[in-house]
């Protein structure tokens, strides 16, 4: 999860790989530049994109919705990183689209305000956007995340690129992890195949917690936990496999070396391209079996 020790960690791996500065960064992650950083499968399908406004009990969210321009696909709920839904977000959703699925990406904070709520290369790093967004991941209750998961699953099902007759995926990053075990135990019967990609707080003493939520999931599942994470959690991994095997659940849950939390997103200062493809490449093969 995003906290100091990240943050840390990030900036000792920034200096030490040489890689680009913050504002180098900032610079490559608008435009063309991030486009450049996501390859375009050989056998990539065209897509239709639009910006959708979702109607949940707390009023619209906007959301991202793309997906392939004919025929219809297994629906797939994108809950993004604590940084928000944002042009990374909807170019993953993109390519998502084009290898044959129904992708909408969601922005959580909706209650406060539109996506994208920081400019492109906004990071963690920076102590405003620290104070910007920390009050917003804590309004995200697992009530509301409830919530906005039947709005957003009901807005799936009504749409007709999505195929009824095939179950749903969902995927988490940093925060969203957490969310998709969520709306995973709240719609069992429609939820066929989760992935959290560095998600946070999966595991935790209270009795809220998502490890505890798998005896209602009945979706297949990969989780790609961060070294670091892992390194600050490393019983978590653990439970979770626990409670999986309890539940007689496939489950896929590697600590991905050398990768450190945030790592999937193109735009993350401390993307790792090379594990980043992998999990991508683990979240295809997931969502060809458990979706079919």
């Known amino acids: 999860m995003c906290d100091e020790k990240t943050i840390r960690d990030a900036e000792v791996y920034l200096r030490r790989s040489g890689r ?3 504002r180098e960064f900032g610079a490559l992650s608008a435009g063309a530049g991030l486009a450049m950083l996501l390859p375009r499968a050989a056998n990539a ?3 239709t994109a639009a910006n959708v406004e979702v109607q949940t009990p707390d009023g619209a969210a906007d959301c991202h919705f793309v997906h392939p321009s004919s025929g219809a696909h297994p629906g797939v709920l994108v809950w993004p990183d604590a940084l928000g839904l944002r042009p990374a977000f909807e170019r993953m959703a993109r390519r998502l ?13 909706y209650r406060t305000e539109k ?4 400019p492109e290369g906004a990071s963690f790093r920076d102590e405003a956007v620290r104070k910007k967004i920390f009050p917003l991941m804590r309004s995200l209750t697992p009530e509301r995340t409830v919530t906005d998961a039947t709005a957003f699953v009901g807005f799936l099902d009504s749409q007709d690129a999505v195929a009824g007759e095939r179950k749903m995926g969902t995927t988490g990053y940093c925060m969203g992890g957490s969310m998709t075990m969520r ?22 003493d209270r009795p809220d917690s998502p490890h505890l939520l798998v005896d209602r999931i009945r979706a297949h599942y990969l989780f790609a936990i961060a070294e670091n ?3 600050k959690d490393p019983e978590a991994k653990t439970a979770l496999r626990q409670a999986f095997d309890a539940a007689g659940l496939p489950a896929e849950i590697e600590v991905y070396a050398g990768a450190l939390h945030g790592w999937c997103p193109p735009d ?3 993307y790792n391209e090379a594990q980043a493809e992998r999990a991508w490449s683990r979240l295809l093969a997931l969502f060809e079996t458990a979706l079919a």
């Open 183 to 204: 709306t995973a135990a709240a719609f069992p019967d429609r939820i066929g195949a989760g992935a959290s990609f560095h998600g946070g707080r999966l595991v935790t």
């Open 20 to 22: 680009l500065t913050r």
């Open 229 to 231: 994470d892992d390194e």
């Open 45 to 47: 399908l065209e897509v």
């Open 115 to 118: 996506a994208p709520v920081l």
């Open 97 to 109: 689209a084009e290898s044959g699925y129904a992708v909408l990406t969601v922005n959580p904070y």
């Open 268 to 270: 993350s200062a401390v």
